[in-house]
């Protein structure tokens, strides 16, 4: 291989704040030659994140950046606004980690994704529109010539992510920060955008750096492979060596608590009693162009005590939106929602608090789900203190417990969610969900963020409190393998219906529907 | 804790304190009696035994204008705390709920908003007599209205983020998810609004003064002071030169907190 | 004058700018001075003043009045109204008797006692009083008894008449009235009075804001302005392109106080309130020399106006003692006045200062006009601070408003109450002899000072100023622009 | 859309009712005699109340308010008591001073503010930033009055440049008249307005979707104005509505000092005497633009933003 497109040397990030001085990456140094493909994989937390955004000039103020960023033999941390300017989006793009918020909610997605175009090519706004819709397209989004003019809070999170993949891959860029691309993603949509980053990857020598937890997506895609943790690189190499023989403890940890080396637990007793009784859901949003859409249709579910239901499907098929559902944030057209035989719909702007004390949900995105001036303390602390459900002198330590819990350091405490990675997000959503003490936890995509050792931790977390206190899950992810470790009972959803349902071990084992075949083929394995 | 305040807020704060200890300290800093006239020396220019100059009715300008610190800050703070206090709370429920209450209440907003502020001081003051807390009463009656509407604006948007949701499912009771989680959120335009207001306040109370309906004589309040004053901008330009130089300051003070609270309360911003 | 952009102002236009607006065109309708402006130019009247404010004949060439003075005859000119149809007898009875019977009759104190007015022929006019009725010759000198044509008014009716257009009989005739702006008018061709008027027309604007209306003068966009305030008077003397004349008004300015409410129901403290009062430096103060202190309570313009009575001293120690006997030490006080005008207030501050030096603790208060007229109409007040003018050089009037307890308006609203001047007044009216009715109504001057009806502060001319420009114009003492007699400069 | 407005422009009749009711309450609260306003004080009580009784003014209240409703059902604004002229039309020949002078406010005011707002927020803290700061903090504490006699003074007095009063004739002529005036205005609506964008482009400054904005390479200009800019622009916008109710309104004190004939002074002097009819119709009027100046800046922000409902 020749000269490298990116050559990061003694890269180092710190962070001023309030409390102090936070140090996220450290002498972090690697290369990325024209068309390869560089994974990083890590801790939740360890600077990868922040490793990405350094490349791209794209800090707050408040971060000092120090080392040395060359990409095609000019200086990256050298260069003036506009000097970054010319690069980024044209010759390097980044695909963020939190799609909601990096979307401008005033802005139609069409515009936002031909924006680039008009910028770096010149196209004129039509043209950019036209390209546009074929990336959009290409990112498997449907419809793309209506969705152009949908605006962000219209769209699914997995819809949003790859709006911002359609944006990033717009001009054709040399080197593609990709900032957990597929987290919100299905495994079929996300296979297809493996599929067509390889594409780029392999015809126009596109080269990416592939931030992932996902091992098994890491091990089908790159060719090398970065370990961070805490700030640092850990292990690097070829993928196949890494992954077969890793040589670092924490590498050999990762790769211990992929899912599908996880001890499938035993499907507990059915007899037990219903919990949970949905019926006949259709909910219907009013659409952009006019007219309505129609989200979910006649959907009906049970879920018993102590049972985890995995809940699948494609990106914007409606698993939020059920899960929305039944905590009363959105309400059906027609149907019902039964929590023990009560129907929990609710007609008023507060909910039940004896039904919230019952059913909690950890929210699909991390980030916007978190009150951005509360600190992970006042977070976790606020309900607990609000329903008084440790005595006041507990509290510290209940939030330190909770904390703990989910694997989150206590000097997190007194950050604010702007300070946080996106794992560490999702674990304080987790945290503050199971303040409550739940009996049914609604989990979207719990462990999107999170990097597979800290991702079996929490599963570990969840069968424990469904043992200890049967505890009942409803699991909405698109990891099949971790669906297939944790969960009990499965439905699939298409479209807004519910297409296929049933054990655990009949429906992914011996699929009827072709879509849940497809869904089946398409999981990344080691 | 000063220390990690914004530049600006300190400054500001320091102005807006010294003009604190001038209308406490007030009896102890001055020379003269902020209400004592001396016909004989009527418009006499700044220097000598007056500092700031005198009158048409031979009052100790410098004296009036440190007395005048007292006023108007009590009717910059009641002018602007009331009106914010109410729309503020009005806004934040209407713009949550919506509905029938944001209904009527909006539309309570256009009946207000309907009626100069000059009717309804003329309306009150006529009612209730003439003075400074009948004003403030009507400055409540009336002001409230553009805080409402401008929290009601941002409550709209705020209302449907995912982490309002979030407190939702977690059972918290509505007035909980609005000031603890929607006000901080919406709060920090109103707070540079409101340190503008009360420098408006401070105005209006000219204004009226200007058709003769502002504070009583002899109080002394800068924005009287001005308005009596400006009759002689071209014989004795102090009379009316002072307190507006007063008022000045003490409106920069206020915009200069506006703005380090802003800057503040502004996320992700250290 | 300095041409103001965008206006031409090739036509001889005299414009006054004034605090007083034109409220109708009525002139029965209204004694407010801004209206009172407007009816002297568009309504003639029977007599009219001389250079020197005498009486000389107007409409009437001449007139006789029946020994018993009940009955006056006038002899008219020729004159036509400005639609060209001749003013009669019979108009000007017409008039007259409206004045009398019209319920909504702002003020007919002139005629109230009028028997009848009749047409003996087209030019002969007979007016018989119940009983004798001296002042009569003053009163239809009024701007309130300009003649209006009876045949417009009986067509259209007494509302519409004067709601737009009226027919006119004075100097000029209405062009436009924008309400709430300015009154434009014009020269009636008709005039009785041939080659008046001087110039081709007038405006009257009304601009509520003093310093606004100086500064249209300064800029040339207004040739007088009426009411300016004692702030202006120093920046105003040093403008070349200005004058200042002292222009006598018939006019007083007194602290009216409520004969009825503690603490002035008390005559010691009335007097004190007025011993504590150093005139000669509040009139120094408040005038800059333009004026002088009032001595009596009846303007020094009138007739039978008593020039050797002594007025109050200054005396503080003798003030405070009376508040002391009276009790009335740290008794709270209020002044009214009307807002926005610093004079007054000015005024009411030097009063504050020195009754709060002999122990009385005053409080001013600010109000809108409105308001204030009703508090001193229901009593509702201590003390208040006012200016009232009259009409004429006529003292009967005067005493009947500002004095007389019986008359109607509760002497000017203070409920102050003597047998024995209301009983004057009467006489007033109906003595022939000039001497005894000096003697007479010098009685109703010193009985009314002792009993401290109210305090008069200082006689005052009309604060008003001309751009050298023109020439001819003055206010009168009676309220009355001279001006059909007002032209530019050549 | 259509239903919405269309739903919208039903709330204005209750509103308006409520107006009538407040306005014809506060009225009768209020202390002073319209008749008494036009006789004078030597006036006699039997001549004040036979005008009373001719304007109907001693009929019980709520006859009087039954009278009121049923003429403006009828589309009848009433007379004026003083001038006896019907209140329409007085409306109508002071509407169009005013209504120029609010154009030319805004027309002053929006680019002024967007520019300042935008100079501010991009150049913080540096000499620019604290300068428009501390202008408009100077151009907001000096009184309106003051400010425009000052003005009046040097332009019209000392320089001859504008004319001190009135409206002029022709649309130079109006422009020529109002300028002074609509200065006036804007010097101390600008800073209110400027402030509060100056804070709300901050804010918006520091959004994520900003980073990624950058992150495609957009020019900064770019960025701010079509992200920034757009999303910081709805709490002005909302002020800017506001202040335009207020300024219709509002202006009293510009039009007194600048001798303008316009609803400002109309309104003024109706209330001073007292002129209830007037009084009324104009606050109808008022409120009538109100809520349809409120209804445009709501449009408005559905239009920007689109999670907003109207
Ligand atoms: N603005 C900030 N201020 C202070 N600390 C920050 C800030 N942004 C990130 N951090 C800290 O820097 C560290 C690295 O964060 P980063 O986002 O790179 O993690 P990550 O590796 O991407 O994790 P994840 O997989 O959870 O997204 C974390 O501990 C985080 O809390
Ligand atoms: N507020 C809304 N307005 C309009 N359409 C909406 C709204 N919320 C969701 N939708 C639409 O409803 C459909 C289902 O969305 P939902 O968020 O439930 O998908 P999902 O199954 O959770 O997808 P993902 O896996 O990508 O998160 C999508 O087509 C989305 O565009
Ligand atoms: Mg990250
Ligand atoms: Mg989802």
Redesign the interface.
């Known amino acids: 291989m020749s000269e490298p497109l990116l050559k990061v040397c003694n890269l180092d990030v710190s962070f001023?704040?309030?409390g102090g001085e936070t140090h996220a990456v450290r002498n972090v140094s690697f290369d990325v030659g024209v068309g390869e493909i560089i994974g990083i994989v890590g801790e939740s937390g360890s600077g990868k994140s922040v490793s990405c955004?350094a490349i791209?000039g794209?800090l707050?103020?408040?971060a000092s950046v120090s080392g040395r960023i060359e990409y095609s033999d000019q200086n990256l941390l050298g260069l003036d606004?506009e000097g970054l300017?010319?690069?980024?989006?044209?010759d390097v793009?980044?695909v963020?980690q939190?799609p909601?918020?990096?979307?401008?909610?005033?802005?139609a997605i069409g515009a936002q994704v031909s924006?680039?175009l008009i910028?770096?090519q010149d196209a004129s706004p039509t043209q950019a529109l036209d390209a546009a819709i074929e990336r959009l397209r290409e990112v498997q989004l449907e419809h793309p010539e209506q969705r152009v003019n949908s605006?962000p809070?219209?769209l699914s999170g997995g819809m949003k992510q790859r709006v911002?993949i359609a944006?990033?891959i717009?001009?054709g860029p040399g080197l593609l920060l990709a900032d957990e691309p597929t987290t919100a993603l299905d495994v079929t949509v996300q296979a297809r955008i493996l599929e067509l980053l390889k594409s780029l990857n392999e015809q126009h020598y596109l080269s990416v750096v592939l931030v992932s937890h996902d091992l098994a997506v890491v091990a089908q895609v790159c060719d090398r492979v970065l370990v961070m943790r805490h700030g640092e690189i850990v292990e690097s190499g070829d993928t196949k060596q890494v992954i077969y023989s890793p040589q670092h403890p924490y590498t050999q940890q990762l790769i211990e608590s992929q899912p599908s080396r996880m001890t499938i637990r035993p499907p507990v007793a059915t007899d037990t009693d219903t919990l949970l009784d949905v019926s006949n859901i259709d909910v219907e949003f009013a659409s952009p162009g006019g007219g309505t859409m129609r989200a979910l249709n006649d959907v009906s579910l049970i879920l018993r005590q102590g049972e985890s239901l995995g809940v699948v499907g494609e990106s914007g098929s409606g698993k939020s939106t059920l899960a929305?559902v039944v905590?009363?944030?959105v309400k059906p057209k027609s149907g019902d929602v039964k929590l023990r035989g009560q129907s929990i719909l609710q007609k008023r702007?507060?909910?039940?608090?004896s039904?919230?004390?019952k059913?909690?949900?950890v929210?699909q995105?991390p980030y916007?789900?978190?009150?951005?001036?509360y600190s992970v303390y006042e977070t976790i602390a606020?309900?607990l203190e609000?329903?008084k459900l440790v005595p006041a002198t507990k509290l510290d330590e209940r939030v330190a417990e909770l904390m703990g819990l989910v694997e989150l350091d206590s000097s997190l405490a007194s950050r604010?969610p702007?300070q946080l990675s996106g794992g560490q997000c999702q674990r304080v959503?987790i945290a503050?969900a199971l303040a409550?003490d739940p009996e049914l936890l609604i989990a979207d995509e719990i462990t999107s963020a999170l990097d597979v050792t800290i991702q079996a931790q929490i599963i570990a977390l969840l069968n424990r409190l469904r043992e200890e206190r049967g505890l009942s899950v409803i699991f909405i992810s698109h990891d099949l393998t971790l669906v297939r470790s944790f969960c009990d009972q499965v439905v699939v959803f298409q479209s807004g219906r519910i297409v296929e349902s049933g054990a655990v071990s009949g429906v992914l084992e011996q699929p009827q529907k072709s879509y849940t075949q497809e869904l089946l083929l398409s999981v990344p394995t080691l | 804790m000063i220390a990690r305040w914004p530049k600006s807020l300190r400054f500001g704060a320091g102005i807006v304190l010294l003009w604190l200890i001038a209308a406490v300290l007030a009896p102890w800093l001055t020379p003269a009696d902020p209400y004592a006239i001396d016909l004989d020396n009527t418009l006499r220019p700044p220097g000598g035994d007056w500092l700031m100059g005198t009158d048409h009715v031979g009052r100790d300008v410098f004296t009036r204008v440190v007395f005048a610190a007292r006023i108007d800050i009590w009717m910059g703070v009641m002018g602007v705390l009331a009106p914010l206090l109410i729309g503020v709370t009005i806004g934040l429920f209407a713009g949550y709920f919506g509905g029938l209450f944001d209904s009527v209440m909006m539309r309570i907003v256009d009946i207000t908003l309907a009626f100069p502020f000059l009717i309804l001081v003329l309306a009150i003051v006529a009612m209730l007599g003439p003075g400074i807390t009948n004003f403030i009463i009507a400055l409540a009656l009336v002001a409230w209205v553009s805080y409402a509407r401008l929290i009601r604006a941002d409550v709209m948007v705020v209302k449907n983020a995912e982490y309002v949701q979030a407190a939702r499912t977690l059972g918290f009771s509505s007035p909980l998810i609005i000031f603890k989680h929607v006000l901080p959120n919406t709060i920090s335009p109103i707070i540079v609004y409101a340190m503008t207001d009360m420098v408006l306040v401070v105005l209006a109370g000219a204004s009226l003064g200007f058709i003769g309906l502002g504070v009583q004589p002899p109080t002394a309040e800068w924005g009287a002071m001005i308005a009596d004053g400006q009759a002689y901008i071209t014989e004795a330009w102090w009379v009316s030169f002072f307190p507006g130089l007063a008022a000045v300051s003490f409106g920069i003070g206020l915009s200069l907190i506006g703005d380090g609270l802003a800057r503040m309360l502004r996320i992700g911003d250290t | 004058p300095k041409s103001v952009a965008g206006e031409e102002d090739e036509a001889d236009i005299i414009r006054i700018v004034s605090l007083y607006r034109t409220q109708t065109l009525d002139p029965i309708k209204s004694v407010f001075t801004g209206s009172i402006e407007a009816f002297g130019q568009l309504y003639t009247r029977l007599l009219r003043l001389d250079e020197n404010d005498e009486l000389i004949p107007g409409l009437a060439l001449r007139w006789e009045i029946s020994a018993d003075a009940t009955d006056y005859t006038f002899f008219l000119r020729k004159a036509k109204f400005s639609d060209g149809s001749p003013i009669t007898a019979d108009d000007v009875a017409f008039t007259l008797l409206r004045m009398r019977d019209d319920p909504e009759a702002a003020y007919s104190e002139t005629v109230e006692d009028m028997q009848n007015a009749w047409a003996i022929d087209d030019h002969t006019l007979r007016v018989r009083f119940n009983s004798a009725n001296i002042p009569f010759l003053q009163g239809v000198e009024t701007a309130f008894l300009g003649i209006v044509s009876r045949a417009d008014v009986e067509r259209r009716g007494s509302v519409d008449a004067f709601s737009d257009i009226p027919v006119s009989s004075g100097p000029y005739q209405v062009v436009e009235w924008r309400r709430n702006d300015r009154l434009i008018l014009e020269p009636n061709p008709h005039y009785w009075r041939a080659g008046y008027p001087l110039n081709d027309g007038a405006e009257l604007i009304e601009v509520v804001d003093v310093n606004t209306r100086i500064a249209m003068l300064q800029a040339g966009e207004v040739d007088a302005v009426r009411y300016i305030q004692n702030s202006h008077f120093a920046e105003l003397s040093e403008d070349p392109d200005v004058v200042l004349p002292v222009e006598p008004a018939m006019r007083v300015s007194v602290l009216l106080l409520n004969h009825d409410r503690p603490p002035f129901s008390d005559k010691r403290v009335r007097e004190a309130a007025a011993l504590a009062l150093d005139m000669d430096r509040i009139t120094k103060a408040m005038l800059r020399g333009r004026g002088r202190t009032a001595n009596t309570l009846l303007p020094e313009q009138l007739e039978f106006y008593d020039p050797d009575f002594p007025g109050w001293e200054y005396n503080p120690d003798r003030a405070r003692q009376l508040i002391e006997e009276a009790g009335a030490t740290g008794a709270d006080v209020t002044i009214n006045i009307t807002a926005p005008d610093s004079d007054w207030e000015m005024a009411a501050l030097i009063v504050q200062s020195y009754w709060g030096a002999i122990g009385l603790n005053v409080i001013i208060q600010k109000m809108d006009q409105a308001l204030y007229e009703q508090r001193l109409e229901d009593g509702d007040y201590d003390s208040s601070i006012e200016w009232w003018y009259n009409d004429s050089k006529e003292p009967d009037l005067a005493v009947r408003w500002a004095l007389c307890g019986s008359c109607g308006n509760r002497a000017y609203y203070t409920n102050y109450q003597n047998d024995r001047v209301d009983e004057l007044v009467e006489m007033g009216t109906a003595e022939m002899d000039p001497d005894r009715r000096r003697e007479i109504y010098r009685e109703i001057q010193a009985l009314a000072f002792r009993d401290v009806a109210q305090i008069p502060l200082y006689y005052f001319p009309w604060p008003n100023a001309y751009s050298t420009g023109i020439e001819g114009l003055r206010l009168r003492p009676s309220t009355q622009w001279t001006l059909e007699e007002a032209r530019r400069v050549p | 859309m259509f239903l919405k407005v269309g739903k919208r422009l039903g709330h204005i009749l209750p509103v308006l009712l409520g107006i009538s009711i407040v306005s014809f309450g506060l009225i009768q609260l209020t202390p002073g005699d319209p008749a008494r306003m036009i006789l004078g004080n030597k006036a006699s009580v039997e001549a004040v109340e036979a005008v009373r009784e001719r304007m109907g003014l001693n009929e019980p209240v709520l006859q009087q308010y039954g009278n009121y409703m049923l003429n403006l059902v009828q589309g009848d604004l009433g007379e004026s008591l003083r001038y006896q002229q019907p209140v329409s039309e007085l409306i109508m020949q002071f509407l169009p001073v005013t209504g120029f002078l609010a154009l030319y406010v805004i027309v002053l005011t929006v680019p002024l503010t967007i520019l300042l707002g935008i100079l501010a927020a991009r150049n913080r803290g540096r000499w620019i930033d604290q300068l428009i700061r501390m202008t408009s903090v100077l151009g907001m504490t000096m009184p309106v009055f003051w400010l425009a006699m000052l003005m009046l003074r040097i332009f019209s007095v000392e320089l001859g440049w504008f004319p001190v009063s009135g409206f002029g004739t022709g649309f130079v002529g109006h422009l020529h008249h109002l300028f002074l005036p609509a200065v006036s205005v804007s010097i101390y609506l600008i800073p209110v307005l400027v402030r509060n964008l100056r804070a709300a482009l901050l804010e918006e400054m520091n959004a994520d979707y900003v980073v990624a904005s950058r992150s495609k390479g957009l020019p900064e200009g770019y960025i701010f104005r079509r992200h920034i800019l757009k999303n910081a622009s709805l709490p002005t916008l909302n002020l800017f509505g506001v202040l335009i109710t207020w300024l219709i309104g509002g202006t009293v004190i510009v039009e007194l000092v600048y001798a303008i004939p316009g609803l400002g002074t109309l309104m003024f002097n109706a209330i001073l005497g007292r002129d209830y009819s007037v009084i009324q119709g104009l606050t109808l009027f008022y409120a009538f633009s109100t809520v349809i100046i409120t209804l445009v800046t709501d449009m408005l922000s559905a239009l920007i933003d689109p999670r907003i409902e109207l």
Not at chain 1, 100 to 107: I, Y
């Open positions: 001023r704040s309030r955004r791209l794209l707050p103020e408040s606004t300017r010319r690069i980024r989006g044209r793009s980044m963020f939190n909601a918020s990096h979307l401008d909610p005033l802005m924006e680039p910028h770096h605006y809070h219209e911002m944006a990033a717009a001009c929305r905590m009363g944030l702007n507060r909910l039940d608090l039904v919230c004390r059913v909690q949900m929210f995105n916007d789900s978190l009150n951005p001036r606020e309900p609000r329903h604010k702007a959503g503050r409550m």
